[in-house]
Structures are given as structure tokens and as C-alpha cells.
């Protein structure tokens, strides 16, 4: 006699195992570790880029293309020739005969080579003429020294084609003629008047013209011998 129920059980003992399967399916799926998450890149802002510096100016040569001459102001000196002390009557008047200096030099080179004032100059080069006028009293007879150099070269990396014109005045006074009567010895009045102008290229340093007046006598800023003695100065005037 056949068993009805054998199928039945048979079908059941295949839905355990299906079961059974899809559990441990489902189990091993489960214990597998979650995927690691995606990092999102983070995109750092760009630097943001620095102003432009605007380009520092260099300094420009003053005047026309060339040679051209830098008037300096005459450096001044009045002197008692019993104390080296200062003479206040003709200080006073320092302003009259550094005008008339400053003419004559106009004058005599003006019509050779364009003439640069120093209030036209860019703080470098009137800080150095302001250093070579402190020299005057050695270039202007034609003696240059290295600090000398030094100051000329500083004023030649403004413009090489420059020269300078540089020029010393310098007064005495002392006692007047004298007339002794027990020995009968007479001496003469102690004073006297120069005037020296020199022209040196800034960038050689070379002594290009020099000139010079002497006056045996303390001349008046309005007198015509001083007048006269200007233009003696640069009368053979020369920039070669």
C-alpha cells in the first residue's frame, strides 16, 4: 500500500532546505562590511593673487639729451686774517656776491652747454652736490680726491654726460697800511680777494677747465674791479 503522504513530506523537506538556503544567503550578505563611503574632494579655494607692484621709477636724466653742466652754489668765505674768524660786515652781504658769482658762471658757460640748476635735480643728485659743494674749496682749484670721485661718480649713475661746475670765494681781511715812525718801517694792508671755478666730468673725475682771480685787496660786491675780475674768470672757459 502506497503512503499518500510521502509527496507531501518530500515537498516540505524541499521548502526547509530552499528556506534554509535563503537564510544563510541572506546571513552572509549581511555580514559583508558596508562599501567605504566616497570622501568628497574638498577643492581648496584658489589664492587670490597679489596686487601688482607698480614699477619704481628710475631717475630720469634732467634737461636735454647730452652734455650739459650742473651750476653748484658758490661756497663762501669770509675771513679775519688775525683770528680766522668771520668777517660780519662782508657776510652780511654773502647773498650779493653769491649772485654775481652765480651770473657770471651763467654767462660764461651758458653759451657752450645747457646749464642744470640744483633745484632741478632729484633729491640723489642734490643730496651729492650738496656733499661736493662741502668739497669746494679743494675741486675747485682742480684737486680731486676720492671722496671727491666718490661724490662725481654717484652724481654720474644719474646721468654720465653730466659735469659739474664748482666754485670757491673766499675774503680776507686784516689790518690796514701802517706806517711806523721810529724805524720808519711801513707795511702794506693784509687782504685779499679769490675767486676759483672748476669744471670736472662726473664720470671720469677729470679736471676738464679750471680758472682763477686773485685781488691783493678786499673787493665790494658792486665794486667794478670785481666786476671786472668775473669776467676774467671765464674768459678762456672750455668743456673739452
Known sequence: MVNNKTPQRLMMVLVLIMVSVLALAGDKKNNNPPPPPVESAVQEPAPTPEPAQPPTPEAKPVGPPGPKIILLKPTMQFEDVRSDALIPTY??????????????????????????????????????????????????RGNINEEAKETLSRLAALDEEQLVLVQFFRLKMGPGRSWNPNTGAITAAVESTLMQAALVSCKTGRVIWKGEQFLRKAVMPTSPKFQQSLALLYQDFDTK
Open 91 to 140: 657776510a652780511a652781504m654773502e647773498s650779493e656776491y653769491e649772485n654775481h658769482l652765480l651770473n657770471a658762471a651763467k654767462e660764461g658757460v651758458g653759451t657752450k652747454l645747457p646749464v642744470v640748476e640744483l633745484e632741478k635735480l632729484d633729491p640723489a643728485g642734490t643730496e651729492a652736490c650738496r656733499h661736493l659743494q662741502a668739497l669746494a674749496s679743494r675741486v675747485a
